[in-house]
C-alpha cells in the first residue's frame, strides 16, 4: 500500500520512543500496517478503515502533553479498536502484541539486548555460540556489534593491497546486518578475537601408517576447537586383516580407525560452541567396503561421521550392466577379489535407507571440474558433501539471502549482482585475515585462494514469487538465479585479481586453458546448507524446500515457541483461515497438503520437503551444480513409507543429472532426529512437530 500523505496534525509529532529509550522518526504508516495486519488475522480488509482509525490516533497523540512513546500508541490502536466496535480485530491485535512481548521476556532472559530485531531462535543462537562473553559467561556484545566486530576485521585485509578498509568496513557491515549476506559460522565466531581461525571447511590426509593416523587426528582437533569442519579420506588405508610388517600382526582397517576419530570429536565438541562435524569417504574399491558401507546401521557408531562412497564412472556403469568389479589393496596396488557392483549398489542403498548414510560421492565428476589438477586429486571433501579440496586445503564460505533480493514480486538482478560483488570480495579478504591451524594448510590454500560463495533463503523466493519448489518453473528459476550468480562472481574474481593478482597457482590451472587472463580464487561458488546462519538470517537452509510450515521449537530448558513461516502466516491471514488454532493443527500435521479447507492455490505453492517427489529434489540439485564451481549440499528428504526402490532411483538419477554428489533421508530412521512428531506442550495428548533450537531446516541427524 503506498505511504498516506501526513494529517496536518500529526506532523507536529516528529520522533516516538521506543522501548529501549532510543527515538526515531515518526511515522503513521507503522500504525496502519498493524492495523492492516490485524485486519487479515480475522479475515477482514479494510484499507481506508485503517487510515481512518491510524489518523484519528494521531490526532489524539497530538492533544496529549505526554512524549509519544511506543507503548501508548499500541495503547491507542486497542482504545480505537474498541471505541470503533471492532471486537475481533481488536483481539487479534492484543493478542500479536501479548506475543511480542513474550518474545521480548524472552530475549531478556537470555540476556541479549537484540538491536537487529531478529527472531527469538536467532537471538538464542547467537547468544548461545556467537556472541562475545566475558570470564563470567555474561554476554558482552550485541548482534549489531558481532556484525561491527566481522565487518571491521574482515574489511582490514583490504589494507595489505593499500586499499580503503574504512569505506570496505562499512559496505561489509552494511551488508551484514542487513541480512544480505553472511559467512560461514568460524568466521562470524573468531573474527577480531584471539583465535582468528575463519575458515569452515578442512580435508585432511589420512595415510598409512600410525604416525600419520594421529597427526591427522591431532590436527582434526584443531579444526574442531576453532569452530571448523573436517572431511577425510580413509582409502589409503591398508584393509582388514593386513600384514603390518613392522609389528608382525595384522591391520584392523578404516572403520576401526574412524572410531578413534569419531571419539575424539565427541569429547572435543562437549567444551565447544559448534558441534564437530567430519566426513568419512571409502573408495567402493577398497577391500573394506562393505564394512564401511554397513557401519552406521546400528545407529551407535560414528555418531560425528556423514559417510560417503567414492564411486567412480565405471563402477557407475557396471551397476549399469551388471558387472564385477576387482577391490584393490591400497598398500600394495593388487587386487584382492572381486564383487557383484550391483550387490554393492544394493547393500549402499539398504543402508542409506536404514539410517541416512552412507551418501554417494562421484569422485570422478569432481576431478574432471578440479581446477588445479596439477597440484593433486582431489580425494574427499567437508562434513555436508558441498567442499571438494585437496588435502591440507581449507575455504570459507558464505551465502546471499535471496529473500532479500525480490522487490514488487520479482527479482532484484542490480541488488543481487550488489550483493553478489560485496561478498566475493568479503570472502577473499577472510583468506587474508584467517589465522590457520597448520602451515601446510596455510601454504596450500593460500595457493589456490578458493572460497564458496552460495545462497539461503531459495524457498522464500520462490513463494514470494509465486512459484511452487516442484515446478518446471521452479527450475528454471533455480537456473536463473544461479546462472547470473556465478557469471557475477567469476567477473567480481577476476576484477578482484586485476588488481591483487591471481592465485598463485593460476598459471597451472584450468582458468588459464580457459582463456582466463586473471582469476584471484580457483573456485568461486558453492552451495552449502547454510546450517545455523539460515537461523540467524530467519530463512529456509541452502536450496531447501520449506521442511515445515509451523512447529514447536525448544527455546530453553521447559520453554517452547511456536515457530511459523511468516510468508505462509501471511498468506493464511490474507484468506482469512488464519487462527492459533489453524496454526496448531497444521504443526500436528506437518503439511497442509490434505487440508481441504486449505485453499489449493495456498496448498500448492507451500509445499514441504516430504510433499515434495523426489525427482524434483535431485533436479533442483542439479540446475544448481550445472553454474556451481564446487559442489552443491543437498537432502533428498523422503517419507518414513519410501523403499529402497525409491533410493536406488535418486542415486542413479543424481548420477545421470551430473550432480558431484547425493544423500538422502527418510523420515524416522535416526534416533533423536532433529524434527519429528512429539508432544507439544499443552497439546493434551496430541502429536505435534517440535524441534530443538538449532535446527534450520536440513534435515539430518542434528543440526551444523
Known amino acids: 500500500m503506498p505511504k498516506v500523505s501526513v494529517p496536518k496534525m500529526a506532523a507536529e509529532i516528529k520522533e516516538i520512543i521506543k522501548r529501549d529509550g532510543s527515538r526515531e522518526k515518526f511515522d503513521i504508516n507503522r500504525i496502519i500496517a498493524a492495523l492492516q495486519k490485524a485486519q487479515a488475522a480475522v479475515g477482514m480488509r479494510d484499507d481506508e478503515m485503517a487510515r481512518r482509525i491510524a489518523e484519528d490516533i494521531v490526532e489524539e497523540l497530538a492533544r496529549r502533553p505526554e512524549d509519544v512513546t511506543v507503548e501508548l500508541v499500541q495503547d491507542l490502536v486497542e482504545k480505537h479498536l474498541v471505541q470503533e466496535n471492532l471486537i475481533e480485530v481488536a483481539k487479534?491485535?492484543?493478542?500479536?502484541?501479548?506475543?511480542?512481548?513474550?518474545?521480548?521476556?524472552?530475549?531478556?532472559?537470555?540476556?541479549?539486548?537484540?538491536?537487529?530485531?531478529?527472531?527469538?531462535?536467532?537471538?538464542?543462537?547467537?547468544?548461545?555460540?556467537?556472541?562475545?562473553?566475558?570470564?563470567?559467561g555474561r554476554v558482552t556484545e550485541t548482534p549489531r556489534m558481532l556484525m561491527q566486530r566481522v565487518a571491521k576485521n574482515v574489511a582490514a585485509a583490504d589494507s595489505l593491497y593499500g586499499e580503503d578498509a574504512v569505506a570496505t568496513e562499512a559496505e561489509f557491515y552494511e551488508m551484514l546486518a542487513g541480512l544480505e549476506f553472511l559467512p560461514n559460522s568460524p568466521t562470524l565466531m573468531n573474527a577480531g578475537t584471539r583465535l582468528g581461525q575463519l575458515a569452515g571447511?578442512?580435508?585432511?590426509?589420512?595415510?598409512?601408517?600410525?604416525?600419520?593416523?594421529?597427526?591427522?587426528?591431532?590436527?582434526?582437533?584443531?579444526?574442531?576447537?576453532?569452530?571448523?569442519?573436517?572431511?577425510?579420506?580413509?582409502?589409503?588405508?591398508?584393509p582388514n586383516g593386513d600384514i603390518v610388517q613392522s609389528t608382525g600382526g595384522v591391520a584392523s582397517g578404516p572403520v576401526s580407525f574412524m572410531s578413534i576419530f569419531d571419539a575424539s570429536t565427541n569429547v572435543i565438541k562437549q567444551g565447544g560452541r559448534r558441534r564437530g562435524a567430519n566426513m568419512a569417504i571409502l573408495r567402493v574399491d577398497h577391500p573394506d567396503i562393505l564394512d564401511f558401507?554397513?557401519?552406521?546401521?546400528?545407529?551407535?557408531?560414528?555418531?560425528?561421521?556423514?559417510?560417503?562412497?567414492?564411486?567412480?564412472?565405471?563402477?557407475?556403469?557396471?551397476?549399469?550392466?551388471?558387472?564385477?568389479?576387482?577391490?584393490?589393496?591400497?598398500?600394495?596396488?593388487?587386487?584382492?577379489?572381486?564383487?557383484?557392483?550391483?550387490?554393492?549398489?544394493?547393500?549402499?542403498?539398504?543402508?542409506?535407507?536404514?539410517?541416512?548414510?552412507?551418501?554417494?560421492?562421484?569422485?570422478?565428476?569432481?576431478?574432471?571440474?578440479?581446477p588445479t589438477p596439477d597440484a593433486g586429486a582431489i580425494e574427499s571433501t567437508n562434513p555436508c558433501g558441498e567442499q571438494p579440496l585437496l588435502p591440507y586445503e581449507s575455504c570459507n564460505l558464505g551465502s546471499v539471502n535471496l529473500r532479500k533480493m525480490v522487490r514488487n514480486g520479482s527479482i532484484d538482478w542490480d541488488k543481487l549482482g550488489a550483493a553478489v560483488d560485496k561478498a566475493v570480495r568479503f570472502l577473499d579478504n577472510v583468506i587474508d585475515a584467517t589465522r590457520f591451524p597448520l602451515e601446510e594448510i596455510e601454504q596450500l590454500t593460500k595457493a589456490n585462494r578458493k572460497i564458496g560463495l552460495g545462497v539461503m533463503g531459495f524457498a522464500e523466493l520462490l513463494i514470494l514469487l509465486g512459484v511452487p519448489y516442484d515446478s518446471e518453473q521452479a527450475l528454471h528459476?533455480?537456473?536463473?538465479?544461479?546462472?547470473?550468480?556465478r557469471h557475477r562472481?567469476?567477473?567480481?574474481?577476476?576484477?578482484?585479481?586485476?588488481?591483487?593478482?591471481?592465485?598463485?597457482?593460476?598459471?597451472?590451472?584450468?582458468?588459464?586453458?580457459?582463456?582466463?587472463?586473471?582469476?584471484?580464487?580457483?573456485?568461486?561458488?558453492?552451495?552449502?546448507?547454510?546450517?545455523?546462519?539460515?537461523?540467524?538470517?530467519?530463512?529456509?537452509?541452502?536450496i531447501e524446500p520449506l521442511f515445515a510450515l509451523s512447529y514447536y521449537r525448544n527455546i530453553m530448558d521447559g520453554s517452547r515457541l511456536l515457530e511459523e513461516n511468516e510468508l505462509f502466516k501471511r498468506a493464511a491471514m490474507q484468506q482469512g483461515i488464519y487462527t492459533r488454532e489453524f496454526s496448531a493443527e497444521v504443526a500436528r500435521r506437518g503439511s497442509i497438503a490434505e487440508m481441504e479447507n486449505v485453499p489449493e492455490k495456498l496448498r500448492r505453492l507451500f509445499v514441504t520437503a516430504h510433499d515434495i517427489p523426489p525427482k524434483w529434489h535431485v533436479r533442483m540439485q542439479a540446475v544448481f551444480q550445472k553454474y556451481t564451481d564446487n559442489a552443491v549440499s543437498k537432502?533428498?528428504?523422503?517419507?518414513?513409507?519410501?523403499?529402497?526402490?525409491?533410493?536406488?532411483?535418486?542415486?542413479?538419477?543424481?548420477?545421470?543429472?551430473?550432480?558431484?554428489?547425493?544423500?538422502?533421508?527418510?523420515?524416522?530412521?535416526?534416533?533423536?532426529?532433529?524434527?519429528?512428531?512429539?508432544?507439544?506442550?499443552?497439546?493434551?495428548?496430541?502429536?505435534?512437530?517440535?524441534?530443538?533450537?538449532?535446527?534450520?531446516?536440513?534435515?539430518?541427524?542434528?543440526?551444523?
Open 92 to 136: 487479534a491485535y492484543m493478542l500479536h502484541r501479548a506475543m511480542r512481548a513474550d518474545i521480548r521476556h524472552t530475549k531478556r532472559v537470555l540476556g541479549v539486548r537484540d538491536d537487529l530485531k531478529l527472531t527469538v531462535n536467532a537471538v538464542k543462537v547467537l547468544e548461545r555460540r556467537y556472541l562475545l562473553k566475558d570470564e563470567t
Open 201 to 238: 571447511c578442512f580435508v585432511l590426509p589420512v595415510g598409512d601408517s600410525i604416525v600419520e593416523i594421529f597427526d591427522a587426528l591431532q590436527t582434526m582437533a584443531i579444526v574442531h576447537q576453532s569452530g571448523g569442519g573436517t572431511g577425510f579420506s580413509f582409502s589409503k588405508l591398508r
Open 293 to 370: 558401507v554397513t557401519s552406521k546401521i546400528n545407529g551407535t557408531r560414528l555418531r560425528n561421521f556423514n559417510i560417503s562412497v567414492a564411486a567412480a564412472y565405471e563402477i557407475m556403469k557396471a551397476i549399469e550392466t551388471d558387472d564385477t568389479y576387482e577391490l584393490v589393496n591400497p598398500r600394495t596396488g593388487e587386487s584382492t577379489s572381486k564383487l557383484r557392483a550391483r550387490h554393492v549398489f544394493d547393500m549402499i542403498t539398504m543402508s542409506a535407507w536404514k539410517c541416512g548414510d552412507p551418501g554417494m560421492i562421484f569422485i570422478d565428476e569432481i576431478n574432471r571440474h578440479n
Open 477 to 485: 528459476v533455480g537456473e536463473e538465479v544461479m546462472k547470473f550468480i
Open 489 to 542: 562472481s567469476h567477473r567480481a574474481s577476476q576484477q578482484i585479481a586485476h588488481r591483487r593478482g591471481s592465485f598463485p597457482n593460476f598459471e597451472r590451472s584450468t582458468w588459464r586453458q580457459r582463456g582466463f587472463d586473471a582469476m584471484r580464487n580457483a573456485t568461486v561458488t558453492t552451495v552449502a546448507p547454510t546450517g545455523t546462519i539460515s537461523i540467524i538470517a530467519g530463512v529456509s537452509s541452502g
Open 635 to 704: 537432502t533428498v528428504n523422503l517419507p518414513a513409507d519410501a523403499t529402497q526402490a525409491d533410493v536406488k532411483e535418486i542415486y542413479l538419477l543424481a548420477h545421470e543429472l551430473k550432480c558431484k554428489g547425493i544423500t538422502i533421508y527418510r523420515y524416522g530412521t535416526v534416533p533423536g532426529q532433529v524434527l519429528e512428531l512429539g508432544q507439544a506442550e499443552g497439546a493434551a495428548g496430541e502429536p505435534f512437530l517440535r524441534a530443538p533450537s538449532e535446527f534450520s531446516g536440513e534435515c539430518r541427524e542434528c543440526a551444523t
